[in-house]
């Protein structure tokens, strides 16, 4: 959690300027790109803070994990359906889908959040 953390508030513009194909959607000067990263940035802190006790903070786990799935699989279809976009498929779409699968590996209780009819 820590890593994603440290790699979410430091990591996503550098890789939007070293390699734009595979991690920035759009060409110069974006609006998108620049809210994207002010996402990021605020999850990483967040997740850096939930990694002192990831059992207190299982629902961020939890959205981190799905939302990554999600954005994956949708940037994916994308990526796919849109030859100027398949550089993703190497980037950004691999990342957010091995952020997924390393938290829910390191806390499944967070992987099962949304699915355990115990959860409150």
């Known amino acids: 959690m820590l890593t994603f953390g440290l790699i979410f508030i430091f990591g996503v513009y550098p890789?939007?300027?070293l390699w734009p194909a595979g991690w920035a959607w759009h060409h110069g000067?974006?609006?998108y790109i620049e809210m994207i990263i002010a996402l990021y940035a605020t999850l990483g802190v967040f997740l850096l803070i939930a990694s002192r006790n990831?059992?207190?903070?299982?629902?961020?786990?939890a959205f981190t994990i799905w939302s990554?799935?999600?954005?994956?699989?949708?940037?994916?279809?994308?990526?796919?359906?849109?030859?100027m976009?398949?550089?993703h498929l190497l980037g950004d779409v691999p990342a957010l889908f091995?952020?997924?699968?390393?938290?829910?590996?390191?806390?499944?209780a967070?992987?099962?959040?949304p699915f355990d009819r115990g959860a409150r």
């Open 98 to 108: 091995i952020v997924a699968l390393v938290l829910g590996w390191l806390c499944p």
């Open 29 to 31: 000067h974006s609006e």
């Open 68 to 83: 990554s799935i999600v954005h994956a699989a949708v940037m994916a279809v994308q990526a796919t359906a849109n030859p």
């Open 54 to 61: 990831p059992v207190q903070h299982l629902s961020l786990i």
């Open 85 to 87: 976009h398949t550089g």
């Open 15 to 17: 890789l939007t300027v």
């Open 110 to 113: 967070a992987f099962r959040l």
